[in-house]
């Protein structure tokens, strides 16, 4: 995957504010809705699947199967769930899984805009004195951007027009792009951080932010997810006959749990580096991501990591 560091400032975020230096990291990306809309059409394809489009207002669980009672008054059962319904998980929950969570003190604006020069496919992130700014190439001369920055200042910006926040955005990102132009519905979520005390019991397997949430740097959350998925399917066809039973179960638990924990540590580590005002911490992050920057074979090596476990660092020992 190519990728591309430089170094660059920060725009104040305030007039008053003091501008501290930034990273900026870009890789190569691929357009979501496209990828989106090839699963649709896979599952569509498939004589396997059975597709109910509505909500599942229960879960009832039982040692030998699960059942789920949709909001359309029908019923569906298995032997295995895959609890793939987000940070709030009610599968999680109806299957008793204890969640430790906490705030990390930031909120994100995500919106979308549009702007003068192509973005050629490459998502962008800043690593800012408030958490990460990134940029997302959608179609056309369009992008998404998830700013991450400390709650008040998320609602001073929300309320601003759309010309004065136009600005804002496009002084934070070095006028990268060209002149940008913001997009009608604009959002402000509250961050957190929670991870599960297991993931997988009582015939509910969990992926994506069920299974794990932490703040969006470096597109972690969906490469896990992916590895989450690859994960579950294997053990699935490794415990056929029955993929929900306890051995299958824990056998899941135990494969993710190296890669989750290691992940999610690292992700809150940095994310926390970004928010010290620790001068030891500040200089360990910018020599850090300066070495990255420096050396294209390292970067490559944790880009392959951050991708797939092992397929990184694992390499340099492989013979």
Known sequence: MPTRHSDCCAAPSSPSAPARS????????????ACCCALDEAVSASKSVERAETTVSRWNIDADSIEAELADGRTVSARLAVAADGRMSPAREAAGI???????????????FAHARPHNDTSTEFHTEDGP???????????SLVWVTRPHRAEELVRLSDDELSLIVEERMQSMLGRVTVEPGRQVFPLSSAL??????NRVALVGEAAHIFPPIGAQ???LG???VESLLDTAMRHSDDPGSPAALSAYDRRRRPDI????SAVNMLNRSLLSDMLPVQLMRTAGLSLLGAAPPLRALFMREGLRTGSGFGSVFRV
């Open 22 to 33: 930034a990273r900026i990291i870009s890789a190569s990306t691929f357009p979501t809705a």
């Open 98 to 112: 204890a969640v430790s969570a906490g705030s990390t003190g930031q909120s994100a604006l995500v919106l979308d």
């Open 226 to 228: 992916i590895r989450d």
């Open 133 to 143: 700014f990134t940029l997302v190439p959608l179609s056309g001369q369009r992008s």
């Open 221 to 223: 959350g969906l490469n």
């Open 261 to 264: 924990l290691a992940r999610s």
């Open 196 to 201: 599960p005390r297991r993931f997988a019991a």
